[in-house]
């Protein structure tokens, strides 16, 4: 059975370049309808959230982003961390050039 399989799964050279190549067109694609900043109000909380967790080491976030109120009395945000934490590494790669520049937070 575990032929078989692995033979319907098999691709050849030709089906992966196609496939690369696919990947490299829809990749192109995003990116250029990509708005490129944060402008809605969830962005914005989920962007504090990865920036709180990098500079602070919490998933609190101020009261004005859309929270809810935690135990301890902090607010957190309605959104799981889970793209927050995507988030976090492309933010700690490029928050030393933003700081370089003369508007970090832009």
Wanted: aromatic share 12%.
């Amino acid at each position: 059975m575990s032929a078989l399989v692995s033979r319907a799964y098999a691709s050849s050279p030709f089906e992966q370049r196609v496939l690369f190549w696919l990947f490299v067109l829809f990749s192109a694609v995003f990116c250029v309808v990509q708005e490129g900043a944060v402008t809605a109000y969830d962005g914005r909380t989920v962007y504090e959230v990865t920036r709180s967790m990098a500079e602070r080491k919490t998933i609190a976030v101020s009261e004005e982003f859309n929270t809810l109120p935690g135990a301890d009395g902090r607010a957190y945000s309605r959104y799981g961390v889970g793209l927050s934490l995507l988030a976090l590494i492309p933010y700690v790669a490029v928050r030393p050039l933003a700081l370089a520049s003369n508007h970090p937070d832009a």
